[in-house]
């Protein structure tokens, strides 16, 4: 088990490399590059983001793609006793620890990938990412460095 995760770890790292690589080496605006295309609000079916991809990923990539993922909106916390929670009424109000300006953080399985801020799109809720946590520090964070 302890190998297969070591593999994992090694393939994992190499596809941040190369993406980072690709990443440096591509242009982000749409005046330096005129194929550039704003990012749709619909998200398509694994078997179509496949098709939109450059080149296929490995077996074990194509396995993890497919892994499904909770994404959160926290605006915000508070730490309070148990007398205080049992206490809260409808009207109540929770003042939570951000201002209304502060970045939202945006965490996929409970830990922290990015920060945003909120946005409408048809009524909705959305987040507009802001700010993305490199992968070297969301490596170091789950090995509790």
Do not use: C, Y
């Not at 605006?29 to 609000?41: A, G, H, I, K, L």
């Not at 605006?75 to 409808?90: A, Q």
């Amino acid at each position: 088990m302890s190998a297969n995760m070591d593999e994992l770890e090694k393939k994992w790292e190499e596809e941040v490399k190369k993406r980072r690589q690709e990443q440096n080496s591509t242009v982000n605006s749409p005046q330096e590059n005129p194929e550039w295309q704003p990012v749709s609000d619909e998200v398509g079916t694994p078997q179509e983001n496949r098709e939109h991809m450059e080149e296929p990923p490995d077996e074990v990539l194509l396995a993890l793609l497919n892994i499904p993922l909770e994404i959160s909106v926290e605006v915000g916390s508070k730490r309070i006793t148990l007398e205080e929670l049992f206490s809260l009424k409808p009207t109540a109000v929770i003042v939570l620890d951000k201002m209304l300006s502060d970045p939202v953080d945006i965490k996929v399985n409970g830990r922290k990938i990015a920060e945003g801020e909120l946005v409408v799109v048809n009524d909705r809720f959305g987040v507009k990412i802001t700010k993305i946590v490199s992968p070297d520090e969301r490596i170091k964070k789950i090995k509790g460095q």
